[in-house]
Every structure is written in structure tokens, then in C-alpha cells.
């Protein structure tokens, strides 16, 4: 069995869908951080089954509203003297930017590079987002 050591002042992602942890590892781009990162993937669950979990050491300045949209499951544990502080989970957000794109290419964002993907939850069972340009519809479950 693999053991890995508590951090002491931090950030756990916990509660990641196996297999997702490597896609949230390069969107919050923590391999340009100067902070020690473990990626742990495939750990035995209860809950999920198998799950994956990131450790960020040290506090982090990032951005971690993306994950609602990846996985709303997902929860982020605050660390301060090896104790949980806080804990935060997280929803679909109502809007995303330059997060997902439109695949329309006869919607705006096709042609003109420089305008910003905006896209809007119309649907938050389904976890379905309409494009604010061209209103098409895309399901997260398709992304």
C-alpha cells in the first residue's frame, strides 16, 4: 500500500472522480507552480468507489471555480497546522468563461478568436450550458 504523509499548511481537492485528476492537474496548471503537488489517483473510496485527490502544500492563489464544472461532487479542504480549517464544495456556476467552447462554427467565437467562450447553465440536472452567442446547448456529460 502506498502511504502518503499529511500536509502541514494547504490544499486538498478530495472527492475527484477517478480518472479526472490528471485533466484538473493541467487546467489549474500546478506544474508551474513552485509548491509541492502530489496527484494521487485510483484510491479506494467508500463513496466513489475509486477516486482521485490532490495535494497542493503550502496556500495557493488558484482559481478553483473551474472544478464545479468538471465535478460538482468534488470538495476543497483548507489545511492549517495538519488541521482542517475549512471545508468548501462546490456547484455548477451559473456562467463559465473561456472554459468550455463552442463547437458551433457558425456562432461568432468560431471566426473572431479574441471573443471570450460565455456560456450559461440553462439546465442544472442535466448540467446542460447554453452559448450566449448562438445558443447552442451542450451537456457536460458530452464535453
Not at 485510483?42 to 502544500?57: H, P, T
Not at 457558425?106 to 450559461?120: A, P
Amino acid at each position: 500500500m502506498l502511504t502518503v504523509n499529511s500536509i502541514k499548511n494547504g490544499v486538498v481537492i478530495d472527492h475527484i472522480k477517478a480518472g479526472l485528476g490528471i485533466k484538473i492537474f493541467k487546467m489549474l496548471e500546478l506544474d508551474k507552480i513552485e509548491s509541492a503537488v502530489c496527484l494521487l489517483m485510483n484510491v479506494s473510496s467508500e463513496k466513489l468507489g475509486k477516486k482521485d485527490i490532490i495535494k497542493i502544500e503550502n496556500v495557493v492563489d488558484l482559481d478553483f471555480r473551474i472544478l464545479g464544472i468538471l465535478d460538482p461532487n468534488i470538495t476543497i479542504n483548507v489545511i492549517k497546522d495538519e488541521v482542517l480549517v475549512e471545508k468548501k464544495k462546490f456547484e455548477l456556476p451559473e456562467r463559465v468563461e473561456n472554459v468550455l467552447s463552442c463547437k458551433n462554427p457558425r456562432c461568432v467565437t468560431s471566426i473572431e478568436k479574441y471573443i471570450d467562450h460565455v456560456f450559461y447553465l440553462v439546465d442544472k440536472e442535466k448540467g446542460e450550458y447554453r452559448c450566449m452567442y448562438c445558443d447552442e446547448i451542450y451537456a457536460l456529460s458530452e464535453v
